[in-house]
């Protein structure tokens, strides 16, 4: 790891934490292991990028990534649920529960879940990153290079 | 792309605080998530293999009642049943299943089993676990990517459970069988060079199924792009 760029990703990790710190623990750590384990990989995939990573740069994708994962597991959540109620209609299955708590798509977990998923695509279109965080990690640090120059 | 990533954070944390319920409901659930969309999943596979496929309630309940832990008993539980000419086979959730070389017991994610070969009531005898030979296959799910100590696990798992899918020669002539191989299910891509570790396991006879980015698996079967979160598009 190049010495110029440690700190600035310690610096991306330790903004991603204070960003996310009212998270409940299990999102937290995989949202912060996740831009950890991704600051490990900048030089690697830098070079795959064929990037220069600037200390700025390297702020800046440590802490989309975190971002990045945030995005992912809301949508992989909402679209987990929706998918599999879906195709358990198929078999006629409407309703869904695990204990007392009810999965279905008229439940207060699918809306909880879709509301969440609309309200953050809308945030991050704000700061018109939503696209971005579509994107893989090679892109992402390719468009915060092109923007940085 | 301007980016102010000072008013990213603000507008994130505001976000985490208004949704703060959503938040505690994904972290709290998501093994749960993947354990349904498991089952699913292996649903639909065996409607792509041509079984009819219906869900099975425990009486009382007119809702799919998913088992998301060792604990309680089968019967108290919904399941899948698949049926394809003469044969019928089950789909139940965290199935508790005898051991392949001992009396251990283990629970897997998902069992795919024999049709009636688990009691759908309560009986005078009392029933521990599923024998070993009424279990055609079985799938494990993690919310994990997929690294090489994870694939060195599961191979243990399925050598405690169905070591014959370790030493499998595949079928030379006849169809394919429509059953699932031991299969590993999880939400991860493979990292490190756990690829490399899979695309060797057919030289190696070791004859089980690994699905990475499961999630996206599932995406696809729901738009009609594949059939089966299992095979192949």
Same mark, same amino acid.
């Given at each position: 790891?190049? !010495?110029?760029?440690?700190?600035?990703?310690?610096?991306?990790?330790? !903004?991603?934490?204070?960003?996310?710190y009212?998270?409940?623990?299990?999102?937290?750590?995989?949202?912060?292991?996740?831009?950890?384990?991704?600051?490990?990989?900048?030089?690697?995939?830098?070079?795959?990028? !064929?990037?220069?990573?600037?200390?700025?740069?390297?702020?800046?994708?440590?802490?989309?990534?975190?971002?990045?994962?945030?995005? !992912?597991?809301?949508?992989?959540?909402?679209?987990?649920?929706?998918?599999?109620?879906?195709?358990?209609?198929?078999?006629?299955?409407?309703?869904?529960?695990?204990?007392?708590?009810?999965?279905?798509?008229?439940?207060?977990?699918?809306?909880?879940?879709?509301?969440?998923?609309?309200?953050?695509?809308?945030?991050?279109?704000?700061?018109?990153?939503?696209?971005?965080?579509?994107?893989?990690?090679?892109?992402?640090?390719?468009?915060?290079?092109?923007?940085?120059? | 792309?301007?980016?102010?990533?000072?008013? @990213?954070?603000?507008?994130?944390?505001?976000?985490?605080?208004?949704?703060?319920?959503?938040?505690?409901?994904?972290?709290?659930?998501?093994?749960?998530?993947?354990?349904?969309?498991?089952?699913?999943?292996i649903?639909?596979?065996?409607?792509?293999?041509?079984?009819?496929?219906?869900?099975?309630? +425990?009486?009382?309940?007119?809702?799919?009642?998913?088992?998301?832990?060792?604990?309680?008993?089968p019967?108290?539980?919904?399941?899948?049943?698949?049926k394809?000419?003469?044969?019928?086979?089950?789909?139940?959730?965290?199935?508790?299943?005898?051991?392949?070389?001992?009396?251990?017991?283990?629970?897997?994610?998902?069992?795919?089993?024999?049709?009636?070969?688990?009691?759908?009531?309560?009986?005078?005898?009392s029933?521990?676990?599923?024998?070993?030979?009424d279990?055609?296959?079985?799938?494990?799910?993690?919310?994990?990517?997929?690294? +090489?100590?994870?694939?060195?696990?599961?191979?243990?798992?399925?050598?405690?459970?169905?070591?014959?899918?370790?030493?499998?020669?595949?079928?030379?002539?006849g169809?394919?069988?429509p059953?699932?191989?031991?299969?590993?299910?999880?939400?991860?891509?493979?990292?490190?060079?756990?690829?490399?570790?899979?695309?060797?396991? +057919?030289?190696?006879?070791?004859?089980?199924?690994?699905?990475?980015?499961?999630?996206?698996?599932?995406?696809? @079967?729901?738009?009609?792009?594949?059939?089966? +979160?299992?095979?192949?598009?």
């Amino acid at each position: 790891m190049p !010495d110029n760029l440690q700190p600035s990703i310690a610096r991306g990790i330790s !903004d991603l934490k204070e960003t996310v710190y009212a998270l409940p623990f299990p999102l937290r750590e995989q949202v912060v292991g996740f831009a950890r384990s991704i600051g490990e990989l900048t030089p690697t995939l830098a070079i795959e990028a !064929d990037v220069a990573v600037t200390p700025e740069i390297a702020h800046q994708f440590v802490f989309l990534a975190g971002v990045k994962k945030l995005h !992912d597991l809301v949508h992989s959540s909402f679209w987990t649920l929706d998918n599999s109620v879906s195709l358990l209609a198929n078999s006629e299955v409407t309703s869904v529960r695990m204990g007392g708590r009810d999965f279905s798509k008229s439940s207060e977990a699918y809306q909880l879940f879709r509301s969440l998923l609309t309200a953050l695509d809308r945030e991050l279109a704000k700061f018109e990153i939503r696209d971005l965080l579509n994107s893989s990690q090679i892109e992402l640090l390719q468009a915060i290079s092109r923007n940085g120059s | 792309m301007g980016l102010n990533l000072n008013e @990213v954070k603000r507008g994130i944390k505001r976000l985490i605080t208004a949704h703060k319920n959503a938040f505690d409901a994904i972290g709290s659930s998501q093994t749960t998530l993947l354990e349904l969309a498991s089952i699913a999943g292996i649903a639909e596979h065996y409607k792509a293999q041509g079984y009819f496929v219906r869900a099975c309630n +425990p009486k009382g309940k007119p809702y799919f009642a998913m088992k998301a832990s060792t604990r309680g008993d089968p019967w108290n539980f919904s399941h899948f049943k698949a049926k394809k000419e003469d044969e019928i086979v089950e789909i139940h959730m965290n199935l508790k299943v005898r051991s392949a070389h001992d009396k251990g017991i283990y629970c897997v994610d998902v069992g795919i089993t024999k049709g009636g070969v688990i009691p759908t009531a309560k009986s005078n005898t009392s029933w521990e676990c599923l024998s070993n030979d009424d279990l055609i296959s079985f799938g494990e799910a993690k919310k994990l990517v997929i690294y +090489p100590m994870l694939l060195a696990q599961f191979i243990g798992i399925v050598h405690e459970i169905k070591p014959l899918s370790l030493a499998t020669t595949p079928a030379l002539f006849g169809p394919p069988s429509p059953h699932l191989p031991p299969t590993l299910i999880a939400i991860g891509h493979f990292s490190g060079n756990a690829r490399v570790i899979v695309s060797s396991y +057919p030289l190696r006879n070791i004859h089980i199924n690994i699905a990475e980015s499961y999630d996206s698996r599932l995406a696809q @079967v729901r738009l009609a792009k594949r059939i089966s +979160p299992f095979l192949e598009p």
